[in-house]
């Protein structure tokens, strides 16, 4: 049932670093977040690591498991042969903060340019309505834990800190393409899609979806029509002329 | 000292929910505002919340008003409950609801594009707003969007580990002792902070890490709960911990994590080992008028409400609990100790997956059960804490001015026990009523408040206890021992002589945790943030063991072994913690603040 595996956990801060060796018990059922924890309680105290509801809801405790970018709390451990080692890195588009935390900073920042949410009138009786097939497009989306291991992924950042400044991420695109599908929303914002969080810089390679825990299609359902709705707006003047006198375009 | 100073007018600590609500209305309200929170922005417990947000709303069954919703409340809190917050609750969630959809947020619909509502245990009309069974995430994400949009300050993953309190001059009223801010320390380097605020909200929510078996995180260590007695407030309730029904039990690293009361209202069901719906043997007097005697009256009543009563599946949390724990001890249970939890064999595949995705998930990865196909194990966890600071109900206010607290941490609301959906609304109808009286509060006092320097440097010296000491015990291994001994002694059934166990050990455990000592230096150090977060642990602890061995009767989260009835003299008096001079915890009883004839009425015209 239980056994010895061996871990090697990277273990540093912004100093420089290196991957610790460690042998520690492993049962039955458990995941990579419950060896960490066993390591904290008896080998390492001081082992940063974040995490909260240990069941894939909070989006807390992502980092890189033998390279890709994982939560840790569901990694089963029985995925690994019992001989394997399993090394676990911090998140490596982010700078760190000390052993498997980094600083995601770059993500607050990033939602906080986005335009809110600006909703129409409610109805006469103090109602918004709206049908269930209109809501599910952009329900998808408002599934997002924040786990920013499509952040984590996309090659546009992962190892090129300058395209930062001019690139939202595929967390911050379909948040774009969440408002852009909002039945109440009226704001348009294809135009700070492509200038302000560059749209232009994703060549679709869906690597975020692949490794979305949530299971969202950022790219097929999220980045591709938004992509599409942004050249439409460039190029249909009909459209331009909507939002010009401030009316919502119907796509 | 190197210290870091802001100075505001409103200092909300906790980002979730209630904190969240109260920040963004303490804002609109003229204040200053600033949030704090251990951990980053939207990681809060109510991310976690699954179900929904129990508002009568009166989408499905338009029988449905806020005098219903009170009632079922009051009921579900065996009429323990203080009535100004179970009626201001009633009453308002609706509007906190539908004020969320001006946020952004998308509950799932009815046919006519209102916002769907689904049943769960204790509520007579499906009554939940929901989005699937994440409903917490929508409700954090929109608060949390809301609250960037406004431009709030957020201090996240930074705790707070002192309220300060001070003259405070201002209001007409000459000087009075109250707040005048709070101290705490940054996790990502260790160092300190501190901010002068005439108010502080609380809403840290719950205590559940006390608990071997809970479905709470680490940061549920009851910090505010016990950052408020600190400070001279008081706790009322605090015997009143619930258990939930449904935790996962198996494999063990996943016990506790929380199953969705929304499987039972979905319609799944309860089942030993030998295959019996056993709720159907635990019905009690109290709620037998208005529970299914069989099980095809059960079954119609998820269609037809009004001719058929609810399942006995969905009586409220602490009935149901208490059943699991009765059929297991008696031998009907599991093969790992739990009962069985049907909805495969009930509902189809594509309604579950629809309805329950994030279920069929968890059950999938952890624990490799396919919920569509086979039925889930569960048993009881620790869930939520009814007791809490003791509030004025339409301000949230403490004993302590400038102090307010709403969301799990305060007490009152929910009497005895909480049905399920009535915390989301709790946070944001308290929340918003915390916000707006804190920033009252701050206006009427700006400028009234000074940090108390002596206070801060002993804050200081204090936190940094941990590392002065060498050789000391491990952090974990103190937690580790005090979850188990309140599970073991101060769990769902309790009796004198086991609780008289625990409170030995409880003072035992205080020694051990005056004698700490941490590994490492001050930057991220999860090892340090435990020994802080412990003597917060052993305090709540203390209070709800004291209460429980005080309160000589059965009712809704405090089982007695030795007293199992209800006792009608109990039944009109609360228990309030304070903090003793000695620094240990002493109680007192206090009348239950009795309803107008008015409400009362409700209780004999809606029918049962
Ligand atoms: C798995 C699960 C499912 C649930 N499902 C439902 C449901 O369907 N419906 C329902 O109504 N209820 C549900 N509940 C209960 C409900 O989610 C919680 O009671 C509620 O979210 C608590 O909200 P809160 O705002 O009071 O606190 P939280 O959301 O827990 O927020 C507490 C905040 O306080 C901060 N904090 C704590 N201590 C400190 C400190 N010392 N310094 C700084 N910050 C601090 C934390 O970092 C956090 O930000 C569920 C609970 C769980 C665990
Ligand atoms: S599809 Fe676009 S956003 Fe997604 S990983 Fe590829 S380049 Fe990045
Ligand atoms: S889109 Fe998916 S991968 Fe990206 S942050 Fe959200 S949940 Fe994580
Ligand atoms: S701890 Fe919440 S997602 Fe892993």
């Given amino acids: 049932m239980s056994y010895d595996a061996t871990f090697r956990v990277w273990r540093g801060d912004a100093t420089g670093g290196d991957l610790q060796t460690f042998t520690v018990e492993v049962n039955e059922g458990e995941v990579v977040l419950d060896v960490i924890h066993r390591l904290q309680a008896s080998q390492a105290g001081d082992l940063a690591v974040r995490w909260n509801c240990k069941a894939g809801k909070c989006g807390s405790c992502s980092a890189e498991v033998n390279g890709r970018p994982r939560l840790l709390c569901m990694t089963r451990m029985s995925t690994f042969a019992e001989t394997e080692t399993v090394t676990i890195t911090p998140l490596r588009a982010f700078p760190v903060i000390r052993d498997l935390v980094t600083d995601v900073s770059y993500n607050y920042v990033k939602a906080a340019q986005i335009p809110a949410f600006t909703p129409g009138p409610r109805d006469a009786d103090g109602a918004h309505r709206m049908q269930q097939v209109d809501v599910e497009r952009s329900q998808e989306f408002r599934k997002c834990i924040e786990c920013w291991l499509c952040q984590d992924t996309c090659h546009v950042i992962r190892d090129h800190e300058e395209n930062k400044a001019a690139f939202a991420g595929p967390r911050f695109l379909i948040r774009l393409a969440e408002l852009d599908m909002h039945p109440l929303d009226v704001l348009d914002r294809r135009e700070d899609a492509q200038d302000q969080f560059g749209l232009g810089y994703c060549n679709i390679t869906k690597c975020c979806s692949e490794v979305c825990p949530e299971g969202i299609h950022l790219t097929d359902n999220g980045i591709i029509p938004l992509k599409e709705r942004v050249a439409d707006r460039r190029f249909d003047p009909l459209t331009w002329l909507g939002s010009r006198i401030g009316r919502r375009p119907r796509s | ?608």
């Fill in chain 2, 1 to 608: 000292m190197e210290l870091e100073r802001h100075e505001y007018d409103v200092v909300v600590v906790g980002a979730g929910g209630a904190g969240l609500r109260a920040a963004i209305e303490a804002h609109e309200n003229g204040a200053r505002t600033a949030v704090v929170c251990k951990s980053l922005l939207g990681k809060a417990h109510t991310v976690m919340a699954e179900g929904g947000i129990a508002a009568a709303m009166g989408n499905l069954w338009p029988e449905d008003d806020w005098r219903v919703h009170f009632r079922d409340t009051m009921r579900g809190g065996k009429m323990l409950n203080h009535w100004r917050m179970a009626q201001l609750h009633a009453q308002e969630a609706p509007d906190r609801v539908r004020e969320l959809e001006d946020w952004g947020a998308l509950f799932d619909r009815t046919p006519d594009g209102l916002i769907s509502q689904r049943d769960f245990g204790g509520h007579r009309y499906a009554r939940l707003a929901h989005v699937g069974d994440r409903t917490g995430l929508e409700l954090i994400r929109t608060l949390q969007q809301r609250t960037v949009a406004l431009g709030i300050d957020v201090y996240m993953e930074c705790t707070v580990t002192r309220l300060l309190t001070g003259p405070v001059a201002g209001g007409g009223a000459g000087e009075e002792q109250g707040i005048t801010g709070a101290f705490g320390y940054w996790r990502e380097s260790g160092r300190f902070v501190a901010w002068q605020a005439p108010s502080v909200v609380l809403a840290t929510g719950g205590i559940g890490k006390s608990y071997k078996v809970t479905s709470n995180s680490w940061e549920y260590t009851g910090d505010g709960h016990s950052l408020a007695l600190q400070a001279g407030a008081t706790l009322v309730n605090m015997e009143f911990v619930q258990f939930h029904p449904t935790g996962m039990i198996w494999p063990p690293s996943v016990r506790g994590i929380l199953v969705t009361e929304s499987v039972r209202g979905d319609g799944g069901v309860l089942r030993n080992s030998a295959g019996n719906r056993f709720m159907f043997d635990y019905i009690p007097d109290f709620f037998r008028k208005e529970t299914a005697e069989t099980e095809d009256e059960a079954d119609r009543w998820y269609e037809d409400k009004k001719n058929n009563r609810r399942p006995p599946e969905l009586l409220p949390r602490d009935e149901v609990a208490r059943a699991i724990n009765s059929e297991v001890k008696a031998g009907r249970g599991t093969p790992h100790g739990g009962v069985f939890l049907d909805i495969a064999s009930r509902r189809s595949a594509e309604y579950i997956r629809k309805r329950l995705p994030s279920m069929y998930h968890q059950f999938k990865e952890l624990a490799e059960v396919d919920i569509t196909a086979e039925p889930m194990e569960v048993g009881p966890t620790c869930h939520y804490v009814m007791g809490g600071v003791e509030v004025e109900p339409d301000t949230a206010a403490a004993r302590v001015p400038g102090l307010f607290a709403a969301g799990e941490v305060a007490g009152g609301m929910h009497g005895s026990n909480r049905l399920g959906g009535n915390s989301l609304s709790d946070l944001l109808v308290f929340g918003r009523r915390a916000g707006l009286a804190a920033a009252e509060h701050a206006l009427k006092h700006t400028g009234g408040v000074a940090l108390p320097e002596a206070a801060l440097a002993d804050a200081a010296r204090a936190a940094l206890e941990p590392f002065d000491r060498e050789g000391g015990e491990n952090p974990y291994t103190v937690q580790q021992d005090l979850q188990q001994t309140m599970h073991d002694l101060v769990g769902i059934i309790r009796t004198a002589s086991e609780i008289e166990r625990a409170l030995e050990r409880i003072a035992e455990l205080r020694r051990r945790v005056a004698d700490l000592s941490v590994e490492g230096h001050r930057q991220y150090n999860p090892g340090w943030h435990l020994a802080l977060d412990l003597p917060h642990m052993l305090l709540v602890s203390e209070c709800i063991a004291r209460a429980a061995l005080e309160r000589q009767e059965s009712r809704g989260g405090h089982t007695r072994d030795d007293f199992p009835a209800t006792d009608a003299e109990w039944a009109t008096t609360n228990l309030v913690c304070v903090l003793a001079p000695d620094g240990g915890v002493s109680l007192t009883r206090q009348p239950l603040p009795q309803m107008p004839p008015e409400l009362a009425e409700i209780f004999e015209e809606v029918p049962g």
